[in-house]
């Protein structure tokens, strides 16, 4: 039985680099894009989710060396610790580029070949940021319900053809990106009590 070949953007880091590292683990090919190198998938590639031109030639060579993936994995984000009334339209841009825009030119650039195959999945790691109100996170959770906004009509669009299409929404997890997040707070340890205090388990999650 051949290998899974699985594309994970996001890899360098928190829930990405977890997933490429468990699918390592359970025998998958995984090639891992990110902005920043780390000790995750064994193929690694330096690729910008919000430059176009950047992400087809990463694409392109991923299909060359690689062939067309089983599946790609969209966990790449990035946040932006400000209120709405201290948020330009600038930021709000940027998150809407790599959280939304890497989502919909990663599926322009392997959706078709999983078409022709008829076989393929894509996985888009959303939040449960998308559907609550929270504050100093409005730019980052509306990329989020835009992107779970995406992935419905994604499914709908692609059923005909077998790829799948699905998402998940964790809660906190202590991901470089959150933990950043409470470190400017002034009273970090007591901002992170608090934010575990919302979950029903009384924590919050690993990677």
């Not at 950047?54 to 984000?77: E, I, K, N, T, Y």
Request: overall charge negative; aromatic content about 6%; hydrophobic content about 45%.
């Amino acid at each position: 039985m051949t290998a899974p070949f699985i594309l994970v953007t996001g890899s360098a880091g928190g829930i990405g680099e977890a997933i490429t590292a468990r699918l390592e683990q359970n025998g998958a090919t995984v090639v891992g894009w990110d902005r920043v190198s780390s000790l995750g998938a064994e193929s690694e590639m330096s690729v910008d989710l919000a430059n176009t031109e950047d992400v087809r030639q990463a694409a392109d060579l991923v299909l060359s060396r690689f062939g067309q993936p089983d599946a790609v994995v969209h966990a790449a984000a990035i946040s932006a610790d400000a209120r709405f009334l201290e948020t330009s339209p600038e930021i709000c841009a940027s998150l809407y580029n790599v959280n939304v825009l890497g989502a919909l030119r990663l599926v322009q650039c392997f959706g078709p070949g999983m078409v022709e195959r008829k076989h393929g999945q894509f996985l888009f790691v959303s939040s449960i940021n998308a559907r609550f109100a929270t504050p100093g996170l409005g730019a980052y959770a509306a990329t989020k319900a835009a992107l779970e906004s995406m992935i419905k009509t994604l499914t709908v669009e692609l059923a005909d053809s077998g790829v799948r299409v699905n998402g998940v929404a964790p809660a906190s997890v202590a991901t470089p990106m959150l933990l950043d997040k409470f470190s400017t707070m002034p009273d970090p340890e007591s901002a992170l009590q608090e934010n575990m205090e919302r979950h029903p388990l009384g924590r919050i999650a690993e990677p």
